[in-house]
């Protein structure tokens, strides 16, 4: 990468990194989505094997799981044999449509397991002590929670 000294472009994508690290990418994956950002070109994995000084298994298993978050994308260039990749523009969208999608699928499978107690609660209390009410209250309560997550990350995440 030309743009500036080495020593200033590390820099960069070390304290990038930490931020993209936040979304709860794991270290290399978050400094190859920080290169690649950088770059701000599509790179093969041998060139972002060269730059950050990991094996060119690593950098495909990374960019895979960059790719399935929707993070980066592969690129087609006329003439060239090799899988390209870059990343997705712009930051802010990019990033909080990946977190929005998590907090989603979250909310839903913990509503989803939460129900699950819910009826099996139901079906073994059929006089329920004043106990149990007060639990079955309280799990209703933590679902109707879990509900009003989703449905607001929802509403977001159209937007």
Do not use: C
Request: proline share 2%; hydrophobic share 35%; aromatic share 8%.
């Amino acid at each position: 990468m030309d743009i500036i000294n080495n020593e200033k472009t590390e820099q960069i994508i070390t304290e990038f990194s930490k931020t993209v690290q936040l979304f709860g990418l794991h270290p290399l994956e978050a400094r190859l989505f920080s290169y690649l950002y950088l770059s701000g070109r599509a790179l093969t994995l041998d060139e972002m094997s060269e730059a950050l000084g990991k094996s060119k298994t690593s950098m495909s298993t990374n960019i895979r799981s960059l790719l399935d978050m929707n993070l980066v994308q592969r690129v087609w260039r006329k003439g060239v044999r090799k899988d390209l990749y870059k990343a997705n523009s712009p930051l802010f969208k990019t990033f909080m449509n990946f977190y929005i999608t998590e907090w989603v699928n979250a909310a839903k499978s913990q509503k989803e397991t939460l129900e699950e107690i819910q009826i099996m609660i139901d079906k073994q209390n059929k006089e329920p002590s004043t106990d149990v009410k007060n639990v079955s209250n309280r799990l209703k309560e933590i679902i109707a929670f879990h509900s009003e997550i989703e449905s607001l990350y929802e509403r977001v995440d159209e937007k």
